[in-house]
């Protein structure tokens, strides 16, 4: 039985009368490809999921390390409240469809 598969690798087996709606092509086997779209979209959806928890982590810490600076704390890391806000604007926007998004290693960098 030949199987419908969509662009994002999706799939399902289908009989032999099948018409393929918009955006699906009849295979007679599943390719590897459809195979290896699926587990990149799972590792996708794995590693947003660690850099939605950062980005919240990270803008709590921000809140924080603003007041430190406000309050003139001695225990305040490096950067003034603009650079601190500039770093905040760019955690807020570090969300799926940014390049490089969800690579950990292309974060925004704390103030320094």
């Known amino acids: 039985m030949p ?64 007041t430190a600076i406000e309050d003139e704390d001695p225990t305040a890391l490096p950067g003034t409240i603009n650079q601190w806000k500039t770093y905040r604007i760019k955690v807020r926007a570090w969300v799926d469809g940014v390049p490089n998004y969800p690579e950990a290693a292309s974060r925004p960098v704390r103030p320094s």
């Open 3 to 66: 199987y419908a598969i969509r662009s994002t690798g999706s799939f399902i087996q289908v009989g032999d009368d099948y018409q393929p709606l918009d955006g699906e092509t009849l295979y007679e086997d599943v390719p590897q490809w459809a195979y290896d779209a699926i587990e990149a979209a799972r590792v996708h959806e794995e590693m947003a999921a660690i850099e939605e928890e950062w980005r919240n982590h990270e803008m709590a810490f921000i809140a924080n390390q603003m």
